[in-house]
């Protein structure tokens, strides 16, 4: 029994994270209608980040926020220069090639700066743990599971309660619509865009301290970022935390009780039987033409 409820606070614990990074992905796609394959390398620019600005003797807990304050000002660029000028309007494919380059540009300008070895984030939690009735968590995992509470109900409540949160929610269900009301629907875009890639950053830079920092290290993130977010529902803020959640306790579940190397396949197991008798995901909506 304690064995069970061990393996069911690890897995929602990685849930947390994980839901981190898929609700900035469903954001993009949801808000903005792009397949955001770069969303990966911004995960990886918010552990680098972080590197940098630990290793320059800053406090982690302060490096946290300005390596997200760093990420969100690339992806306001990106946003601006790339994103902006070609994709709002045109097909998933095209989306998919644009931001697809974008991130093995990225990657390869990691390579370039800092080199193809990992390296470390110090983080003043990384070794020590804390127990609650019988129950281990490594404090680095607690705090990213608290972090992640925070920033994920912070914004389902600028979601719901401020107005352009509502603007947002409204751009999502209806583009045109929205515009005809009088909503900035590109400015709108923009924001959500930039959102996405912040809360990808924070995801980076949230997780660098557990495993070390390398230039590739996002594609795992967004592997694991599409498959909560189809099985939860694409463009489905509460469908990604949910399929997060259910996906980390599975993945733990799995882990302890049947086998780590087939956990990978648990994943895709799941994503293929929700395409097939549910292709919406669990709380997602029928896609229907959005211009």
């Not at 069970?4 to 839901?19: E, I, S």
Request: proline share 4%; aromatic share 10%; glycine share 14%.
């Amino acid at each position: 029994m304690e064995l069970l409820a061990q393996t069911l606070v690890n897995g929602l614990v990685l849930g947390a994270g994980y839901a981190v990074i898929a609700v900035g992905l469903t954001l993009i796609f949801g808000i903005v209608g792009i397949a955001n394959f770069a969303h990966g390398a911004f995960f990886a620019m918010g552990g680098y980040a972080c590197y940098l600005l630990t290793s320059q003797g800053l406090n982690y807990f302060v490096a946290v926020p300005l390596s997200v304050l760093i990420v969100v000002v690339i992806g306001a660029v990106t946003e601006w220069i790339v994103i902006r000028r070609s994709l709002y309007g045109d097909s998933h494919h095209g989306s998919l090639i644009v931001t697809f380059a974008l991130g093995q540009a990225a990657v390869a300008g990691l390579i370039l700066i800092f080199g193809p070895d990992p390296l470390p984030v110090t983080s003043p939690l990384g070794q020590t743990t804390m127990r609650f009735l019988g129950i281990f968590v490594a404090s680095q995992r607690a705090f990213i599971f608290v972090c992640s509470v925070l920033v994920l109900g912070a914004l389902g409540l600028w979601l719901r309660l401020s107005i352009k949160g509502q603007q947002v929610v409204a751009v999502a269900q209806n583009a045109r619509g929205a515009l005809y009301s009088g909503i900035d629907v590109p400015w709108i875009r923009a924001l959500a865009f930039v959102l996405g890639v912040a809360a990808a950053g924070l995801a980076g830079a949230l997780l660098a301290p557990i495993s070390t920092i390398y230039p590739t290290m996002g594609y795992s993130a967004l592997i694991v970022g599409f498959t909560v977010v189809i099985l939860g529902g694409m463009g489905s803020i509460p469908g990604a935390m949910l399929g997060a959640l259910l996906i980390g306790v599975a993945n733990a579940l799995f882990e302890t009780f049947v086998s780590v190397s087939w956990t990978p396949a648990l994943g895709w197991g799941l994503v293929i039987a929700t395409l097939l008798f549910r292709p919406q995901g669990l709380l997602g909506q029928v896609q229907q033409h959005r211009h």
